[in-house]
Nanobody
Framework: QVQLIESGGDFVQAGGSLRLSCTAS????????MNWYRQAPGKGRELVAT???????DYVDSVKGRFTISRDNAKNTVFLQMNSLKPEDTAVYYC??????????????WGRGTQVTVSS
C-alpha cells in the first residue's frame, strides 16, 4: 500500500515563509505528476502548483513569484516553498501524486492535508 505523508503546515504571520513536504511511502515503482492543492474554508479545492517528471512546473496566478514547487525523486518527495505568505493563503494544503503502485498500475493518491494559517 501507498501513503502520502505531509508535513510543514503551521501558523505564521503575513510575510513569513513555510516549506511543505509530502513523501510517498510504501511500494512505489514510479512517480509521474506531483501536485499541491489547497482548500480554504467555504471554498472548493484549488490546484496551486504542479511539477512533472521532467521538472517542469506550473502555478496558479495568485502564487506565482512567491511559491516554488520541487521534487526529490530519490526520496519520492515533493516540496512547496511558500514565501511572502498572505492571509488569503490560509487553507488546508493537500499533495496529490500520480504513481505506479504495488499493482503496477498508475493511480492518483492524496495526502490527508496540512493546515497553513497566515495571520494579518
Amino acid at each position: 500500500q501507498v501513503q502520502l505523508i505531509e508535513s510543514g503546515g503551521d501558523f505564521v504571520q503575513a510575510g513569513g515563509s513555510l516549506r511543505l513536504s509530502c513523501t510517498a511511502s510504501g511500494t512505489v515503482f514510479g512517480i509521474n505528476i506531483m501536485n499541491w492543492y489547497r482548500q480554504a474554508p467555504g471554498k472548493g479545492r484549488e490546484l496551486v502548483a504542479t511539477i512533472d517528471s521532467d521538472g517542469g512546473t506550473d502555478y496558479v496566478d495568485s502564487v506565482k513569484g512567491r511559491f516554488t514547487i520541487s521534487r526529490d525523486n530519490a526520496k519520492n518527495t515533493v516540496f512547496l516553498q511558500m514565501n511572502s505568505l498572505k492571509p488569503e493563503d490560509t487553507a488546508v494544503y493537500y499533495c496529490n501524486v500520480n504513481l505506479k503502485d504495488y499493482t503496477s498500475r498508475w493511480r492518483d493518491y492524496w495526502g490527508r492535508g496540512t493546515q497553513v494559517t497566515v495571520s494579518s
